[in-house]
């Protein structure tokens, strides 16, 4: 009965680059599926995610530890 989003930035910098919204799979495992498209994946470098849960009464929770992803050209 919540929400998912993973916010999400180039390191070092505070504009958004994307703002991801999750499917739940497994709600009492804890497991959530982000789909990234091209457009937030568009540049190489190293990019942060941000988590936060809303939940049914709109209370919201942000998890502590940022994702980080290194994001590489492709071959090519």
Do not use: C, W
């Amino acid at each position: 009965g919540g929400s998912v989003r993973m916010r999400v930035r180039t390191v070092g910098q505070t504009s958004l680059i994307d703002t991801l919204i999750g499917t739940i799979t497994n709600a009492s495992g804890g497991v959530v599926v982000f789909v990234f498209d091209s457009d937030t994946l568009a540049a190489s470098g190293v990019i942060e995610g941000e988590i936060e849960f809303t939940d049914s009464s709109s209370r919201t929770q942000t998890v502590m530890d940022l994702i980080k992803f290194k994001v590489r050209s492709q071959f090519g």
